[in-house]
């Protein structure tokens, strides 16, 4: 699965983390594939308990672009790509892949077999409603302002997605 994201004008290199790490949240509805309850880990161990003094202002990735918010966000859902852990370094998560296919076209192939929380698959067409949703809602605490040189997204299919 692909999905295309078409831009003004030619990207920055921090456009294109900023645009990058928008993507990111916008699939964050996408669950993990876990059958259990999450009450204790595969070796009987507790759940660990993480307290903060952050605020967090809102679970919906189109209105929350906060320390607080996103620290549990980042816990509890999936990202087309992620950092690995105590690394600055993005390594791919839902997605397969992600890259520059065109100067102004940022193309990520998603992995094939996921699925959101409830059960839907996780499309191409998804993952372009979520960003193109990002910037209808236009929420000021959201991260729609990361997408300022972004037309929209869009998926040919469930499984490719291609630029307007």
Same mark, same amino acid.
């Given at each position: 699965?692909?999905?295309?994201?078409?831009?003004?004008?030619?990207?920055?290199? *921090?456009? @294109?983390?900023?645009?990058?790490?928008?993507?990111? $949240?916008?699939?964050? +509805?996408? &669950? =993990?594939?876990?059958?259990?309850?999450?009450?204790?880990?595969?070796?009987?161990?507790?759940?660990?308990?993480?307290?903060?003094?952050?605020?967090?202002?809102?679970?919906?990735?189109?209105?929350?672009?906060?320390?607080? *918010?996103? @620290?549990?966000?980042?816990?509890?859902?999936?990202? $087309?790509?992620?950092? +690995?852990? &105590? =690394?600055?370094?993005?390594?791919?998560?839902?997605?397969?892949?992600?890259?520059?296919?065109?100067?102004?076209?940022?193309?990520?192939?998603?992995?094939?077999?996921?699925?959101?929380?409830?059960?839907?698959?996780?499309?191409?067409?998804?993952?372009?409603?979520?960003?193109?949703?990002? $910037?209808?809602?236009?929420?000021?605490?959201?991260?729609?302002?990361?997408?300022?040189?972004?037309?929209?997204?869009?998926?040919?299919?469930?499984?490719?997605?291609?630029?307007?």
């Amino acid at each position: 699965m692909r999905i295309r994201v078409r831009t003004t004008r030619a990207t920055t290199t *921090s456009g @294109a983390v900023a645009s990058l790490c928008v993507a990111i $949240l916008l699939l964050a +509805a996408c &669950g =993990s594939g876990r059958t259990d309850n999450g009450a204790s880990g595969a070796n009987g161990t507790k759940p660990l308990v993480v307290g903060t003094t952050d605020k967090v202002t809102s679970l919906d990735p189109a209105g929350a672009y906060d320390n607080g *918010s996103f @620290a549990l966000m980042n816990q509890s859902y999936q990202f $087309l790509m992620n950092f +690995a852990p &105590g =690394s600055s370094d993005l390594k791919p998560d839902a997605a397969q892949s992600c890259e520059f296919s065109k100067p102004t076209v940022y193309t990520c192939t998603i992995k094939s077999g996921l699925k959101f929380a409830d059960g839907h698959p996780l499309t191409a067409k998804s993952a372009a409603f979520s960003l193109n949703r990002v $910037l209808k809602i236009n929420d000021p605490n959201g991260p729609a302002s990361l997408l300022g040189n972004l037309d929209n997204a869009a998926a040919a299919s469930d499984t490719v997605a291609t630029s307007p």
